[in-house]
């Protein structure tokens, strides 16, 4: 894995160069303020070590959908107070991510300060990789940092296309993503278990297909647990399935089968008649009894308990998706449950977890045990991205 540079590459004294570091300032605002600071919390490291190395650091990131309008509710002058706070460095804005209205803001700048480039989609090119784009990008810049691994699985002008005009390096939470994910799928010590969780199998067919080659147990909840039910027979009642898609579900099943990897549905489950919190009629159930005006919600405790004792026969553990409908109590159970599990088997020593994903990230905060497991990715596209086996093009710049 070390065939990617890191900031240790960088010349120990950085005084008045100027870095270019690509970071994700796509956070979720409230207002004026910013609703989750994960992500901005993520590139402190590696912002405030360059800086402290003299370096004007310069960031670049996408912010929202614009489409190459310049829109002011999409600026990322939006994120010069929070990262100020945060940072407690001072932090400026500069009005374009290229050009010469970003050259006259960054001839102001003083080594060790921070500024926070304009929203890089307000260029069409970006989303394109138009090589001009990178050109101008890099132009502003002596070194190439890519600290934004929820944004490497897009080939873009500012994650991928500049890596190849300067001097490229990965960020500290960039690097310690791939070391994770490499110690996670790359080369685990087995035996490996993977949770994966969610709504829907349409949008995670291609994990699935990709990890019954590479794990020992694949534990699948969610609604896509449903399809699954289904292609076995179970009459799943009116719960969340793609009954359409029962083929792949089988197909899925021959192949965890050819390759020794042992599938885990749940055989006991929490159904309600309605999806609310907390709703009269909610109750645990065998599968085979599942009413035809019942929706499964949840999996039950005791394929709970039976997938917690799966999980402390391995050495390992990925994990991307709840269980059941966790926002919605009361079936968070059983999410929360395993996650408890994963969690202490962590801080024992015995399992090395890995999770990652938007909804699996809120998830494990909310069972209170984010901090207890071995790594949490804060990427949604490029974890899944990585978990399908794909090579993500940000990364792959890097390795140039």
Not at 265 to 290: I, M, Q
Not at 324 to 340: C, I, Q, Y
Request: proline share 6%; hydrophobic share 45%.
């Amino acid at each position: 894995m070390s065939k990617f540079k890191t900031l240790d590459d960088l010349p120990a004294d950085l005084t008045g160069k100027r870095v270019l570091v690509r970071v994700d300032l796509n956070v979720p605002m409230d207002g004026a303020s910013v609703a989750d600071d994960t992500r901005l919390r993520a590139m402190l490291p590696t912002v405030l070590e360059l800086a402290d190395k003299g370096a004007l650091v310069l960031l670049l990131s996408h912010f929202g959908r614009p489409k190459g309008q310049s829109r002011p509710d999409m600026s990322t002058a939006q994120l010069v107070r929070p990262l100020t706070l945060l940072s407690g460095r001072s932090v400026r804005f500069i009005e374009d991510c290229q050009g010469p209205e970003a050259e006259r803001g960054i001839m102001t700048m003083l080594p060790g300060n921070i500024g926070i480039l304009e929203n890089t989609r307000f260029h069409l090119g970006e989303e394109l990789n138009d090589p001009d784009l990178a050109k101008g990008m890099a132009a502003l810049g002596d070194y190439y940092v890519n600290d934004a691994f929820s944004s490497a699985h897009r080939a873009h002008a500012s994650t991928e296309g500049i890596a190849h005009l300067l001097p490229s390096f990965a960020g500290r939470a960039m690097e310690a993503e791939l070391a994770a994910l490499e110690t996670a799928l790359g080369n685990p010590e087995r035996p490996v278990a993977a949770v994966v969780g969610g709504a829907k199998v349409s949008s995670k067919l291609a994990v699935l297909g990709h990890l019954v080659s590479k794990v020992d147990h694949l534990i699948i909840g969610g609604g896509m647990a449903n399809t699954f039910l289904a292609a076995r027979g179970v009459n799943v009642g009116k719960s969340l399935a793609e009954h359409h898609l029962v083929g792949e579900a089988d197909a899925i099943f021959d192949r965890a089968e050819a390759a020794g990897c042992i599938i885990h549905l749940p055989y006991d489950v929490v159904v309600a008649k309605e999806f609310v919190p907390n709703p009269p009629s909610v109750r645990t159930c065998n599968v085979h009894e599942v009413a035809p005006d019942e929706m499964i919600l949840d999996v039950g405790p005791a394929a709970v308990e039976a997938l917690g004792d799966a999980i402390k026969n391995c050495r390992t553990l990925v994990w991307n998706g709840p269980l059941g409908a966790f926002e919605t109590p009361p079936f968070d159970a059983a999410t929360v449950a395993l996650a408890k599990i994963a969690a202490a088997l962590t801080q024992d020593g015995s399992l090395v977890s890995v999770a990652g994903g938007g909804d699996t990230v809120a998830a494990l905060n909310h069972a209170g045990v984010a901090a207890d497991f071995s790594f949490v990715s804060t990427a949604g596209g490029a974890f899944l991205e990585w978990m399908e086996g794909r090579t993500l093009p940000g990364v792959a710049a890097l390795m140039n």
